[in-house]
């Protein structure tokens, strides 16, 4: 099994940059964007973009600059977090949720005191859009067509942002307090997955994966196996990789390492199935999914002991997988993050947080399996 060739991409520095939480995603141009999330200086979250061909880094603002532009920054606030993906639908502009952490309590009982934005960035000429303020701690995304979604902390709140109107509606989903699902999925429809999640006597989570129409329409659910096998509700980290697939079906894995295939269908709810470990291994945390062709392999990163990561790939048809051990210093204590991103070129990506000689920082990895 060929190991891709892994290369560092230098990030622009600023006061407090931390980490980028799975904030990356690709765009129509070929270019990468990710949010760097902040832990000190202004405390402001800021949104970059990569050329891959020229590998140049550029800065796109900051939070709290944009909010103080357009007026509406009290004083003190902060939002040291971009934590979503940055969504490209059917208009062509970018969409991402912006969030605070000052006063979020772990184990559920308040949410951030300054609640979350959704945001939209213009492709014809990189104007900051503020479109909602919410109080909830918005930190997972997605979208397609005319809907964008959003899932706030705590209790899985999901919002639904209609783009031509603008209007807004919101709905409880569930779950216990101090957990909270890294992602939600959106498919070709605009149909929203989200998992609904329930925590027994013993502390046990288990979860149903809801299917959302665009009317907020509960069409299906369906229990994600091995959502969180000897997980705690706050170690719990619910839906962490997903990648999408050439015929509008999405793979996704859970927190523990567990595969599940969604097959949306034209004349009635998506179809989701279980398909197994996605490391040979078993239980891993694989919060990295790729796929090269979109049709049978899916492939992507796996941890398996602390900092040391596997690059997995995976055969849809047979459920099967292999796994090998990638060369990522694990002295750097790397925790990475990342799907479905990659360049024109054929190239993955992924991010996360490392140790640098400083204390804690960013970190962009691109990954290059070759033709």
Request: proline share 7%.
């Amino acid at each position: 099994m060929r190991l891709p060739v892994v290369r560092q991409i230098p990030l622009p520095a600023f006061p407090g940059a931390h980490a980028i939480w799975g904030a990356i995603a690709p765009d129509n141009a070929g270019g990468i964007w990710a949010g760097i999330s902040a832990d000190g200086g202004a405390k402001s979250a800021h949104l970059v973009r990569l050329d891959p061909v020229s590998g140049v880094v550029a800065n796109h603002g900051d939070v709290l600059g944009q909010l103080a532009r357009l007026g509406g920054r009290p004083p003190g606030e902060s939002q040291v977090k971009i934590h979503s993906k940055i969504i490209q639908p059917g208009d062509g502009h970018f969409y991402f949720t912006s969030t605070d952490e000052d006063g979020e309590a772990e184990d559920g009982s308040a949410p951030p005191r300054w609640g979350s934005h959704l945001w939209r960035l213009r492709a014809d000429g990189g104007a900051w859009e503020h479109l909602l303020a919410v109080p909830e701690g918005l930190t997972c995304a997605a979208g397609a067509g005319r809907t964008i979604w959003a899932l706030g902390l705590w209790d899985h709140v999901l919002y639904r942002y209609d783009i031509p109107s603008g209007a807004v509606r919101r709905v409880v989903v569930a779950a216990p307090g101090g957990h909270m699902s890294r992602n939600i999925v959106a498919d070709v429809r605009g149909h929203a997955y989200v998992p609904r999640v329930r925590q027994a006597a013993d502390g046990s989570i288990t979860a149903d994966l809801l299917e959302f129409a665009p009317d907020m329409t509960v069409l299906a659910e369906t229990p994600l196996l091995n959502y969180a096998i000897g997980q705690t509700a706050s170690t719990a980290h619910g839906i962490i990789g997903l990648v999408n697939l050439a015929d509008g079906g999405i793979a996704i894995t859970t927190g523990a390492g567990a595969v599940h295939h969604i097959a949306p269908r034209a004349d009635g709810p998506a179809v989701v199935t279980a398909l197994g470990w996605f490391h040979p291994a078993g239980r891993a945390y694989a919060p990295c999914l790729f796929t090269w062709d979109g049709v049978r392999t899916l492939a992507g990163l796996a941890q398996v002991r602390d900092w040391e990561w596997d690059w997995v790939v995976f055969d849809l048809a047979s459920r099967t997988s292999r796994a090998a051990r990638l060369g990522i210093p694990p002295e750097s204590r790397p925790l990475l993050y990342g799907s479905d991103t990659r360049d024109a070129a054929g190239r993955f990506y992924v991010a996360g947080r490392h140790a640098t000689p400083e204390g804690r920082g960013p970190i962009l990895l691109q990954l290059d399996t070759g033709p």
